[in-house]
C-alpha cells in the first residue's frame, strides 16, 4: 500500500515573516514521529512519504495515488490538519488516520475529519491499523515500554529538505509543569540506552548530517546516563556542529556534565527559565529556584555553552514588571537567545482544566496555541496588554545594541543570525501594531478593542467586577456567558440576527448583565458597531455614537477610561 504523512503547518506559520524568522532562529528540521511510522511501515513492505509544510508548501497532488494519509496534529496545526482531512476525504475519497499530540488529547474532535484516529505514541498498532486489521474508530495505542525495540526515524522518506536530524533519546520528563503537554503525552518517562542512542547517531553522521538536534523534552534528565552518551560520542568522535538541546537549570550543579557537553559540542541549550518571581515558579510546580537561575546563567557562560532562555509570559503570580525583570535578567547574562512563550492552556494540562474551571478561556481556535497568542484572560494584565508584552519582550531583547554584542560574544555566525532575528523581529511588531487596527476579525484587533471596552466599562460600572470575554466568530458562546457580567462577541452581521443573538445569551437574572454585542465584516464601522445594555431582564439597545464618540479610537484613548492606552511600544 502507499502512505502519505502529512505534518502540516498552519496558515500564520506558512507566512513569508516566519519562514524567514525560522531560517535565522535554527536549521530545518522535523517531528521525528511520522518518520518512524514510516520506517515502521516500510518494514512491513509499505512504500511510505514523509510531507511537511512548515517550511515550504507542499504540492499535494504528488500524494493523489496515496491509499492512506496519516496526519499529524500538535494543537497550533490542528485547524490546518482538519482542513486537509476534510478535503483529502471529500475531494479524493481517500481513507484518512489522524494522530499525534492533539488528537491524543482530543481524539472525538479529531474523529470528525478522519476514518480513524489513534491516541498515543502508534508504534505497536500502526501496521495493523493501515491494512485494516483494526478496525476500532478511536484507537488506544500501549506505550513502548522500551524505547531501543523500536526503529529510528528514516529521513530518507522525507520529502522536504531537512538540514538537522532530530534524535528523542527518551521520551517524556520526570517533572510534571503545570503548563507542559510533553511530559502527559509521553508519560511515563522513558530512556533508551547510550548503545542504541550511538548507532543512530553514527547513522546520521553516515548519511552525512552536520547538524543533531538533541529534542528529548529534557535530555539531562538522568545525569549519569547523559554523561555516557557524550563520553561515548568523544571517544567515537560522533561530534555535530553545535548540538542543541533541552535542559533545565539544574544542570549547572554538575560541572563535569558541562564539561562532557562542550566537549560533546551540545553547545546551545534552552532551558526554561519561566519566571524571576519565586511565587509563579512554585505555582507552576517547576521545582526550580532564582539561585539556580542565576547559577546556570553563570556556568553556562563559564563553559561557552549557548543558552536559549524561554520565559512564560501571564502566570497569574506576574504581572508587567515581573515580564520585564525576568527579560533585563536574560539581557544582563548575555543570553544567546530568548523565546518568550505565552502562557498557552494546551488541552491536557493541569492549566487547561483550571482555566477551564475558572472560564478563562477565551478562544478555542486551536491556530492561536501556539505560545505567541494570548488565548486566555490573565490575571494581572488584560489578554491586550500581556500580548503587547510578548512584543515589548521581543523588540527590547533583539535590539540593534544586542546585534553588536553578539557579533563580539559569539562571532560572525552568530552576529548575522542576530541581525536577521533583529530585522524580523521588527517587523513583527510593526505587523502587530498594523493589524491590531485593521477590522477583520484578526485576533489582534480583537483583543485590543476588547482592552478599550473593558477600561469604559470599569470606569463606567464599577460595580461590575467580573468581565469575561470570549473570542468567537458565532454564537458558540453562549454557554460561556452564563456567569458572565460583561459579554463581548464578534458575529457576522450578515449572518446572524442581532436581537436573537442576544436574547439567545441567557444571563442569570441575579446579575446585573451587560452584553455588548460587536458586529464586524461590515463595510461601515460605524454602523456596525452596536452596544446593547442587559439591564435586569431588559435588553436596551445603547445609542451606538454616543458610546463611541467618548472613545478616542485615532489616538487609542478613551475618555472614560481609567487610564490610557498607548499603542506604541
Ligand atoms: C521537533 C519539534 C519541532 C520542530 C519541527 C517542526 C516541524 N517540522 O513541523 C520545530 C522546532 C520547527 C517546531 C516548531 C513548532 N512547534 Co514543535 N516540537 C518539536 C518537538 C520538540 C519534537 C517532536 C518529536 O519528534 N516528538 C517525538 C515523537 C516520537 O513523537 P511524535 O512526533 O508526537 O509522534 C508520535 C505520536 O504523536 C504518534 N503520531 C505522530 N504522528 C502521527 C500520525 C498518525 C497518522 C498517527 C496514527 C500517529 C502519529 O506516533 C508517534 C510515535 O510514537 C515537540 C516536543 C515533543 N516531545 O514531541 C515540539 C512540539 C510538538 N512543538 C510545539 C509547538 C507549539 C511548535 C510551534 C507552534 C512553535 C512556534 N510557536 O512556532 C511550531 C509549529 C510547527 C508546525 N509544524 O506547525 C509543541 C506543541 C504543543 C501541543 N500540545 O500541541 C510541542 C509539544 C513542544 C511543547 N512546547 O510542548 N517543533
Ligand atoms: S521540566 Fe520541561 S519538559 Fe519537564 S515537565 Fe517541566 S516544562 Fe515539561
Not at 476579525?441 to 470570549?470: A, M, T, V
Request: hydrophobic share 35%.
Amino acid at each position: 500500500m502507499k502512505i502519505a504523512f502529512i505534518v502540516p503547518a498552519e496558515d500564520i506559520r506558512r507566512n513569508f515573516l516566519y519562514r524567514t524568522g525560522g531560517l535565522f532562529y535554527g536549521h530545518s528540521n522535523s517531528i521525528t514521529g511520522p518518520l518512524i511510522l514510516g520506517n515502521i511501515l516500510k518494514n512491513a513492505g509499505h512504500e511510505v512519504g514523509v510531507y511537511e509544510e512548515l517550511e515550504r508548501d507542499v504540492n499535494f497532488t504528488k500524494m493523489k495515488d496515496a491509499d492512506v494519509i496519516g496526519i499529524y496534529t500538535m494543537t497550533p496545526n490542528a485547524v490546518r490538519a482538519y482542513k486537509l482531512a476534510d478535503y483529502f476525504k471529500r475531494e479524493w475519497g481517500k481513507r484518512v488516520l489522524i494522530g499525534g499530540m492533539h488528537a491524543s488529547v482530543m481524539p472525538e474532535e479529531a474523529l470528525e475529519h478522519a476514518d480513524q484516529v489513534v491516541v498515543g505514541e502508534a508504534e505497536s498498532v500502526i501496521v495493523d491499523v493501515v491494512e485494516g486489521k483494526v478496525k476500532g474508530k478511536i484507537i488506544y495505542s500501549p506505550v513502548i515500554d522500551d524505547l531501543d525495540t523500536i526503529p529510528f526515524p528514516d529521513y530518507s522518506l522525507l520529502k522536504n529538505p531537512c538540514r538537522a536530524a532530530n534524535i528523542m533519546t527518551s521520551r517524556g520528563c520526570p517533572y510534571s509543569c503545570s503548563f507542559c503537554s510533553t511530559s502527559r503525552m509521553f508519560s511515563p518517562y522513558r530512556q533508551r540506552s547510550p548503545d542504541s542512542v550511538i548507532e543512530e547517531l553514527t547513522l546520521y553522521k553516515e548519511m552525512g548530517f552536520k547538524y543533531v538536534n538533541f529534542q528529548d523534552d529534557n535530555f539531562t534528565a538522568n545525569k549519569k546516563r547523559t554523561k555516557e552518551i557524550l563520553r561515548k560520542m568523544i571517544s567515537y568522535n560522533l561530534i555535530f556542529k553545535e548540538s542543541f538541546f533541552f535542559g533545565r537549570t539544574d544542570i549547572a550543579y554538575d560541572e563535569e556534565l558541562l564539561d562532557l557537553l562542550r566537549q560533546a559540542n551540545l553547545k546551545r541549550v534552552l532551558i526554561g527559565i519561566e519566571s524571576l518571581n519565586q511565587d509563579s515558579l512554585d505555582l507552576i510546580n517547576k521545582k526550580q529556584n532564582i539561585d539556580d537561575i542565576k547559577r546556570a546563567g553563570d556556568l553556562l557562560a563559564k563553559y561557552n555553552i549557548k543558552l536559549i532562555a524561554s520565559l512564560v509570559l501571564g502566570l497569574d503570580n506576574d504581572g508587567k514588571e515581573e515580564i520585564r525583570k525576568a527579560v533585563n535578567f536574560c539581557k544582563k547574562i548575555n543570553a544567546y537567545q530568548l523565546q518568550p512563550a505565552i502562557l498557552t492552556p494546551y488541552p491536557g494540562t493541569p492549566i487547561y482544566e483550571q482555566f477551564e474551571k475558572e472560564r478563562r478561556i477565551i478562544t478555542r481556535d486551536w491556530k492561536y496555541f501556539d505560545m505567541t497568542n494570548v488565548v486566555f484572560e490573565p490575571r494581572n494584565l488584560t489578554s491586550w496588554e500581556l500580548q503587547k508584552e510578548f512584543f515589548i519582550a521581543l523588540k527590547s531583547f533583539y535590539s540593534l545594541p544586542s546585534v553588536f554584542k553578539i557579533f563580539r560574544k559569539f562571532g560572525f555566525d552568530a552576529g548575522i543570525r542576530r541581525t536577521g532575528l533583529w530585522l524580523i523581529m521588527n517587523f513583527a511588531v510593526y505587523n502587530f501594531m498594523k493589524k491590531s487596527k485593521v477590522k477583520d476579525g484578526n485576533l489582534y484587533n480583537w483583543l485590543s478593542e476588547l482592552d478599550l471596552f473593558q477600561r469604559y466599562f470599569k470606569k463606567r460600572l464599577p460595580e461590575l467586577d467580573i468581565y469575561r470575554f470570549n473570542y468567537s466568530k458565532s454564537t458558540d458562546y453562549t454557554d460561556d456567558s452564563r456567569n458572565a457580567s460583561l459579554v463581548v462577541c464578534y458575529f457576522d452581521s450578515r449572518k446572524y440576527n442581532k436581537r436573537k443573538l442576544i436574547e439567545s445569551i441567557s444571563l442569570p437574572k441575579d446579575i446585573t448583565g451587560i452584553c455588548l454585542a460587536i458586529k464586524t465584516y461590515g463595510q461601515n464601522e460605524e454602523h456596525n458597531i452596536h452596544f446593547s445594555l442587559k439591564n435586569q431582564d431588559r435588553f436596551e439597545e445603547v445609542n451606538y455614537k454616543k458610546f463611541y464618540k467618548e472613545i478616542d479610537h485615532k489616538n487609542r484613548e478613551c475618555n472614560g477610561c481609567v487610564d490610557t492606552i498607548p499603542l506604541e511600544l
